[in-house]
């Protein structure tokens, strides 16, 4: 017999005769009687409770066994399954977190899918197109025969640079790339990267903004690829920037971190896609394409070479007046040389 119908019938025959005690006015008795009856019918009461919460943490396991659905459970504080709920549900809720990151990963999976496909079909098809135009001979004339070559190499070259971009990407994501960590002293290390610009900027009729301070701070990192990070900002800044004439790279200490940051008065991002700039293959729209060589990519990689060395990335961007990229990086020490 079931322990719980054994406790009410113990309940009932107690009851009963603290009734006939009553009537047979043995009141000694039917006081003790009743006293006995209060607290085991509080006990029984107490057992309804716990068993009940037992079963709702059974039935809510199993219906997230059959359907991949959480059923969060109502917590009674004087359980003693209140522990085992209250984790439960909690439990729950990182289920829930982790299954909408996954939804959205794999969104943005097929979105990148399809990026990709056209990003590499276009310019494949326009290297098709020109490789059977010559081919067939349509072409005759030797400035022009010329010309197509050129064009030809760059689309190829374009194309290479892109398919080099996803396979760095895939290595930073199978953590296949070894950083060289080495001691760097970042002012000195920024001036080298902006004296490879001056030309561009000159090309342009860019005034460039020198806020690199004096004072030397070391950093420790790969030189090979911050390098990277700040020539792709300041190509950025160069490209989608030249229209406002001025282009600066300031720098500041903020706590322990030392701040870079790379600005144009250019176009500008709209904010409601800034918090999407280092998305992988993400553009803004045809006339701002971030990423080195347009491909949309180097944003994501510039990021997550940042977050290897502990770093932080971001941006901040008012359309037609200035676009702002920082990049933090974590102090060592001053030099004090």
């Not at 064009?151 to 950083?179: C, G, P, W, Y």
């Not at 300041?234 to 706590?255: F, M, P, S, W, Y």
């Not at 977050?307 to 901040?316: A, E, P, R, V």
């Amino acid at each position: 017999m079931n322990n719980i119908y054994l406790r009410i019938i113990v309940l009932l025959l107690m009851t009963i005769s603290m009734v006939i005690s009553f009537i047979s006015q043995d009141m000694e008795i039917a006081f003790i009687l009743l006293s006995l009856v209060l607290i085991y019918a509080f006990i029984l009461v107490g057992d309804f409770k716990e068993r009940k919460d037992l079963k709702e943490v059974i039935n809510s396991l199993n219906y997230f066994s059959e359907s991949k659905k959480t059923k969060k459970i109502f917590v009674h504080r004087d359980s003693s399954y209140s522990d085992l709920i209250l984790q439960l549900n909690l439990l729950y809720e990182a289920y829930e977190t982790i299954d909408v990151e996954k939804r959205v990963q794999a969104e943005r999976s097929k979105q990148l899918l399809s990026n990709l496909s056209h990003d590499i079909r276009t310019p494949l098809t326009s290297i098709i197109g020109y490789v059977d135009a010559l081919n067939d001979g349509v072409i005759t004339d030797e400035d022009e025969y010329r010309e197509f070559f050129e064009i030809l190499s760059m689309k190829s070259k374009n194309l290479k640079h892109l398919t080099d971009q996803i396979f760095n990407v895939a290595r930073i994501d199978a953590e296949d790339v070894t950083m060289d960590f080495e001691y760097l002293e970042l002012n000195e290390f920024l001036r080298s990267i902006v004296i490879d610009f001056i030309p561009q900027f000159e090309k342009y009729g860019i005034e460039f903004i020198n806020e690199i301070k004096e004072v030397r701070y070391m950093v420790y990192g790969d030189r090979i690829a911050l390098t990277r990070v700040f020539q792709n900002i300041l190509k950025n800044a160069i490209q989608h920037g030249k229209d406002g004439k001025v282009i600066g790279v300031r720098t500041r200490i903020e706590n322990t971190y030392y701040r870079v940051i790379i600005w144009d008065k250019g176009k500008g991002i709209p904010k409601s896609k800034q918090k999407h700039i280092f998305e992988r293959l993400f553009k803004v729209d045809d006339a701002r394409k971030f990423g080195a060589s347009n491909s949309g990519l180097g944003m994501s990689i510039a990021k997550k070479i940042v977050l290897k060395h502990k770093g932080n990335i971001d941006l901040k961007s008012q359309e037609n007046q200035l676009t702002e990229f920082f990049v933090e990086l974590p102090i060592l020490k001053e030099l004090k040389i």
